[in-house]
């Protein structure tokens, strides 16, 4: 029980760790790494008890869009999170885009609510192919 669970708690802050390096100062801990094991252990906790209530309650709507609707879970969790967590923020921030070998993605400019789902939906990715990778 103890080691799935510290487990999700290391993956989860890794994921955490990469979306602000990644952001650039899109998502801030105002204490250092204290705010950011604290935000982590938070966030790891909605996700192991919080997110099963909030997957039933959202299930006529996960039903119909075919699970589609799941994004929202991990998106309420980190709100949650940023309001629980003194010190822990996600503000607008700007991707300066990025081009490789013909391939070019444009710079973004993520503010308010849509930073928040940018960052949801990257530390979700990241910590869904490192759960895949523990396995």
Not at 41 to 58: E, M, W
Not at 100 to 123: E, H
């Amino acid at each position: 029980m103890i080691r799935p669970f510290l487990r999700s708690v290391f993956i989860t802050g890794f994921a955490l760790w990469a979306v602000s390096e990644l952001s650039r100062g899109g998502v801030t801990f105002a204490s250092g790494f204290t705010t950011f094991a604290i935000a982590t252990l938070a966030l790891s906790v909605g996700n192991h008890f919080i997110r099963p209530l909030i997957n039933v309650l959202l299930l006529p709507v996960n039903l119909i869009t075919l699970g589609a609707f799941r994004w929202v879970t991990n998106v309420i969790i980190l709100y949650v999170v940023t309001l629980i967590v003194p010190g822990f923020s996600i503000a607008f921030f700007d991707f300066q885009g990025l081009s490789w070998q013909g391939i070019t993605i444009p710079a973004f400019y993520f503010s308010g609510f849509v930073a928040i789902l940018v960052v949801s939906f990257l530390t979700s990715i990241i910590s869904s192919f490192l759960f895949w990778l523990s396995r």
